[in-house]
Nanobody
């Protein structure tokens, strides 16, 4: 059983910052990449950022480039999402995901394991 547990969500004002964490536990599994997706009410789950586990190559949605930074700590089996200059439109549930194999990184179905999500609310 693989578990991904997110933390760090909350309520913040416009322009504020949050740091999300996602800790992986359970059985050892091959991991090509870790990603963050978000889902706002009434909208489909959207890609936010991804990082390859081995090489640390990153990719971001255009809407968060320059504001969000994804990173990973291999020793702690944890991936992070530093969110700066937050906007009300960033309000969503943020999900951590793990992909075992290489694939189109911004497509949710290419990720094999998912966390339960953490709420991020940005007030105006």
């Amino acid at each position: 059983q693989v578990q991904l547990v997110e933390s760090g969500g909350g309520l913040v004002q416009t322009g504020g910052s949050l740091r999300l964490s996602c800790a992986a536990s359970g059985r050892t599994f091959s991991r090509y990449a870790m990603g963050w997706f978000c889902e706002a009410p009434g909208k489909e789950r959207e890609f936010v950022a991804t990082i390859t586990w081995s090489g640390g190559t990153t990719a971001y949605a255009d809407s968060v480039k320059g504001r969000f930074t994804i990173s990973r700590d291999k020793a702690k089996n944890t991936v992070y999402l530093q969110m700066n200059s937050l906007k009300p439109e960033d309000t969503a549930v943020y999900y951590c995901a793990a992909a075992q194999y290489a694939g189109t990184y911004y497509v949710a179905k290419n990720y094999d394991y998912w966390g339960q999500g953490t709420q991020v609310t940005v007030s105006s």
